[in-house]
């Protein structure tokens, strides 16, 4: 791995632990708060691909697993992968990888609403998928009650699809620019 993707690994690491820093918003009727992160899940994804997110991810939960608090709310530990988030937390590397490989798949140049269905299907979708059974099993609760609660945090997670598509766009067209750019200047001098 060359040091600019570990850079940037370790830097969508730290973002999630910043996202980590605002505070939950806790619901009565579920044990798993509403948080900023997922935004950070799928930025990971859209903006560094499906191989570079999914990492980032991953590193994130090491972090966390060795103590540090950096998930909302202050929490951290192991104990937290065997809580009623767990399905959600465990779900993130693999959702950052699926965006991110619908990125790479997508016809270029990208279009935000495209990249907001991405958001949708392997950013929300499917990190409940993961989720939702999980929070039934830990509260031992049906899996439709699980379900039903669970519907709270759609509406705040496609505000955070939308931001994560439309920022995320923007960060790759920049990004890739400015790296075309450099490969063309040094192929140029040589």
């Given at each position: 791995m060359k040091t600019k993707e570990m850079t940037y690994v370790a830097l969508f690491a730290a973002i999630m632990i910043v996202l980590g820093f605002?505070?939950?918003?806790?619901l009565?009727?579920?044990?798993v708060p509403i948080?900023?992160?997922?935004?950070g899940v799928m930025l990971a994804g859209v903006v560094l691909g499906a191989r570079l997110g999914g990492m980032s991810m991953i590193v994130f939960l090491l972090v966390i697993a060795a103590g540090v608090p950096g998930l909302a709310g202050g929490r951290g530990g192991a104990g937290v992968?065997?809580?009623?988030?767990?399905?959600?937390?465990?779900?993130w590397p693999l959702s950052a990888f699926l965006i991110g490989l619908l990125i790479e798949k997508a016809r270029q140049p990208l279009q935000v609403w495209k990249v907001f269905l991405y958001n949708f299907v392997a950013g929300i979708v499917f990190v409940y998928?993961?989720?939702i059974?999980?929070?039934?099993?830990?509260?031992?609760?049906?899996?439709?009650?699980a379900a039903v609660s669970g519907l709270a945090y759609l509406p705040g997670d496609l505000i955070k699809a939308v931001i994560a598509a439309t920022l995320g766009v923007?960060?790759?067209?920049?990004?890739?620019?400015?790296q075309t750019a450099l490969t063309q200047n040094r192929t140029i001098s040589q």
């Open positions: 605002l505070p939950p918003i806790v009565p009727f579920t044990p948080t900023a992160q997922t935004l992968f065997v809580g009623p988030s767990a399905g959600y937390i465990l779900s998928l993961c989720g059974p999980v929070v039934a099993f830990v509260m031992d609760i049906s899996l439709g009650t923007k960060i790759r067209q920049r990004l890739f620019k400015n």
